[in-house]
């Protein structure tokens, strides 16, 4: 006995991979919805000290940093490879007084905020009346943590959008003459 096999097919070759591409696209619609997310947790707390927040006067009381190495190790064919990192990390301890409380605390900020202070110097904090653990100082890193997010969501729809208008040309039927 002879025994035939079928194989079931939904279409041409383009035709799979334009709804591969189709799918693509809609998984980067939904990491560009993620990235929304994401930038509404990290800016709410920045437009809520926008909005509600009281700027004060803090003091540095010290200035540290944290160097840190990160080593990984490759394995492979030809031996093993050792890559190296250094990380440093800025920390400003500062106190300020508000609604008759004073409140001291320790803060890592970008390279560009902890050259520009020294110890003893008065900086200007924002922060939450009623919870003073809630302040920022550097308005850099505060910023930095709002862009981030958009950037990548402005990034992940624009590519998810051009899968779909690939997918939609892979998907036209070519088979069709063309006119001269």
């Given at each position: 006995?002879?025994?035939?096999?079928?194989?079931?097919?939904?279409?041409?070759?383009?035709?799979?991979?334009?709804?591969?591409?189709?799918?693509?696209?809609?998984?980067?619609?939904?990491?560009?919805?993620?990235?929304?997310?994401?930038?509404?947790?990290?800016?709410?707390?920045?437009?809520?000290?926008?909005?509600?927040?009281?700027?004060?006067?803090?003091?540095?009381?010290?200035?540290?940093?944290?160097?840190?190495?990160?080593?990984?190790?490759?394995?492979?064919?030809?031996?093993?490879?050792?890559?190296?990192?250094?990380?440093?990390?800025?920390?400003?301890?500062?106190?300020?007084?508000?609604?008759?409380?004073?409140?001291?605390?320790?803060?890592?900020?970008?390279?560009?905020?902890?050259?520009?202070?020294?110890?003893?110097?008065?900086?200007?904090?924002?922060y939450l009346p009623g919870a003073l653990e809630e302040n920022h100082i550097d308005r850099e890193w505060v910023t930095w943590s709002m862009i981030t997010p958009a950037l990548f969501a402005?990034?992940?729809?624009?590519?998810?959008?051009?899968?779909?208008?690939?997918?939609?040309?892979?998907?036209?039927?070519?088979?069709?003459?063309?006119?001269?």
């Amino acid at each position: 006995m002879s025994q035939a096999t079928t194989q079931k097919t939904n279409g041409s070759a383009s035709a799979d991979a334009a709804k591969i591409l189709r799918y693509f696209s809609y998984f980067l619609y939904v990491v560009a919805l993620l990235s929304c997310v994401a930038l509404a947790f990290t800016s709410f707390d920045a437009i809520r000290m926008a909005v509600s927040g009281v700027t004060g006067e803090a003091t540095v009381l010290d200035l540290r940093t944290e160097t840190s190495r990160t080593v990984r190790t490759y394995g492979g064919g030809s031996g093993t490879v050792v890559d190296s990192s250094l990380r440093t990390d800025y920390y400003v301890t500062y106190a300020f007084e508000a609604d008759g409380q004073k409140h001291h605390q320790e803060r890592r900020v970008s390279e560009s905020f902890y050259n520009g202070v020294t110890r003893g110097k008065t900086i200007a904090v924002r922060y939450l009346p009623g919870a003073l653990e809630e302040n920022h100082i550097d308005r850099e890193w505060v910023t930095w943590s709002m862009i981030t997010p958009a950037l990548f969501a402005i990034a992940f729809f624009g590519c998810g959008y051009l899968f779909q208008r690939v997918a939609k040309m892979a998907g036209q039927d070519r088979s069709k003459p063309t006119e001269s």
